[in-house]
């Protein structure tokens, strides 16, 4: 299990509150019993990932998963959803609608400043909880899902806006591969604040930016195995492209963001 330096960090971590809450009911999924009311799953796994931010290096941190579900409420990691609809529409399709709630790690803290030589004499930006809404709509042909939330923290006031396709197929009986495109849209509050560089931050090398609404466009693949219908392990893998309003501030020196997330999950009942 992570120390508590290496949780901290990773609450720190952008998209990781994401992917972990996309990844556990997918390795929660196989042998699931659909007349339980509820289902418990525990696990571990490990991360890495890279930042926009010019001179932050790549991180490798372990991090243990947790996953339950009942009629009402599901729990992925750092995120909590709150059933509010769920329809079946035909035989091989459905439609629900949840409210959710996750903690997301975007930005940086005084450590990220003092080892980062572009972040030096910048303020913090803050981590915080966001909360809004999620459809998903199932089907034979692939799964869509959009997501809108807000700032619930207050921190940037921003606002972000998802849009995902993926597609699941089963290989064999006990391997599944999904691969997955999407788009997230982040007004301008949300990037001015996270890549923005106030008048009184500038320096030499530093210009002042402020932040405009852009979309990032992200591609991905998972792969879960399951030895029964309790043991499962998974593969999770994703670039992101930047948007432009992203790649042009002084503080980013890539296009693109991409990630590696790998579990074990058991599944209790």
């Not at 980013?252 to 999950?265: A, H, I, K, M, P």
Request: glycine content about 8%; charged content about 25%.
């Amino acid at each position: 299990m992570p120390t508590p330096p290496s949780l901290l960090r990773l609450a720190r971590v952008p998209l990781v509150a994401a992917a972990i809450s996309c990844a556990l009911p997918a390795m929660a999924q196989p042998g699931a019993d659909a007349s339980s009311p509820s289902s418990w799953a525990l696990g571990v796994g490990a991360i890495t990932f890279d930042k926009a931010y010019a001179g932050i290096d790549r991180e490798y941190l372990p991090l243990p998963f947790i996953h339950y579900e009942n009629r009402w409420v599901s729990i992925a990691g750092p995120q909590v959803g709150f059933k509010l609809l769920s329809l079946d529409l035909a035989p091989s399709q459905s439609l629900s609608v949840d409210l959710v709630a996750r903690y997301d790690g975007s930005g940086y803290d005084d450590d990220d400043i003092g080892d980062t030589p572009i972040l030096a004499g910048m303020r913090e930006r803050k981590s915080g909880a966001w909360a809004g809404a999620r459809i998903e709509w199932k089907s034979r042909w692939a799964d869509v899902r959009a997501e809108a939330l807000g700032d619930a923290s207050g921190n940037s006031k921003g606002k972000r806006f998802n849009l995902g396709v993926e597609r699941t197929w089963q290989l064999g009986e006990r391997m599944t591969i999904t691969p997955r495109v999407s788009a997230s849209w982040q007004d301008d509050k949300y990037v001015d604040y996270y890549y923005g560089v106030r008048a009184d931050e500038a320096r030499a090398g530093r210009a002042a930016y402020r932040g405009e609404s852009g979309v990032n466009a992200e591609v991905g693949l998972r792969g879960v195995y399951a030895f029964d219908r309790r043991h499962s392990i998974l593969v999770d893998l994703e670039v992101s492209r930047l948007a432009d309003e992203i790649k042009d501030s002084p503080l980013v020196d890539r296009s693109t963001e991409n990630r590696v997330l790998v579990g074990y999950l058991y599944r209790f009942r």
